[in-house]
């Protein structure tokens, strides 16, 4: 009797975040309204978290468009993008390095589940979040990077890795840009421009893969 052929499992699969997929983002975004929150707002319980992240969702949606992406193997999340203009992330006024260039956009958090590092998810969520500024006309994207392993941060190594540089320097919280000017230029191949522009990730080491956190950022609260 024949064997019967092992089922072929899909590929990673990137939809758009939105308010009902909350609960699906990597923890410890799931449960953190950092960047939803202003510095000065105290801590809340995880429902009203939930909540709170869930309407910047709709608000982000209304007011700009996509504010994230979620990647799924298998059918299992796996990772996610978070993105906005900067006036929708009023926590981004609390970092030294503030503000954001008018003509970016800021990219508030990437997380990747350490089952699945090294697969090039990451590099993945920045190319999709990079078309949809660029379908925005935007010239930039920019990222508050951490070198103390902030958990609602990314690391800049991981920024770097994938072609963002530093803009402002920090010693622990430096602002880096993705200037995507290339790209606009070659809009009938925008592929091919984010390929240019979007260096290979180097496999991040294990002590350090997007998503891990040991710190708080400035003004951080426990949500």
Request: net charge positive; proline share 9%; with cysteine.
């Amino acid at each position: 009797m024949a064997a019967t052929p092992k089922r072929r499992k899909g590929g990673p699969e990137i939809v758009p975040v939105t308010a009902d997929d909350v609960p699906a983002l990597v923890e410890p975004c799931r449960d953190c309204a950092f960047w939803e929150r202003g510095p000065g707002l105290v801590a809340g319980t995880a429902s009203t978290v939930s909540r709170d992240k869930a309407a910047w969702v709709r608000r982000v949606e209304a007011e700009w468009g996509t504010p994230g992406w979620l990647v799924r193997v298998d059918g299992q999340p796996a990772g996610h993008l978070l993105i906005a203009p900067a006036h929708l992330a009023p926590r981004s006024l609390a970092f030294p390095t503030s503000p954001v260039a008018d003509d970016a956009i800021l990219l508030l958090a990437v997380r990747v589940d350490p089952r699945y590092a090294g697969q090039g998810l990451g590099r993945r969520l920045v190319q999709t979040a990079a078309r949809e500024v660029l379908s925005h006309d935007g010239r930039a994207i920019e990222a508050f990077g951490t070198t103390r392993g902030d958990q609602c941060l990314t690391p800049v190594d991981f920024l770097t890795a994938v072609g963002f540089y530093v803009v402002r320097e920090h010693a622990a919280y430096p602002r880096l840009r993705l200037d995507l000017r290339t790209a606009l230029a070659w809009r009938e191949d925008v592929e091919h421009a984010l390929d240019r522009i979007l260096a290979p990730v180097r496999r991040l080491g294990a002590g350090n893969p997007v998503g891990t956190a040991n710190n708080e950022a400035p003004g951080a609260g426990r949500p």
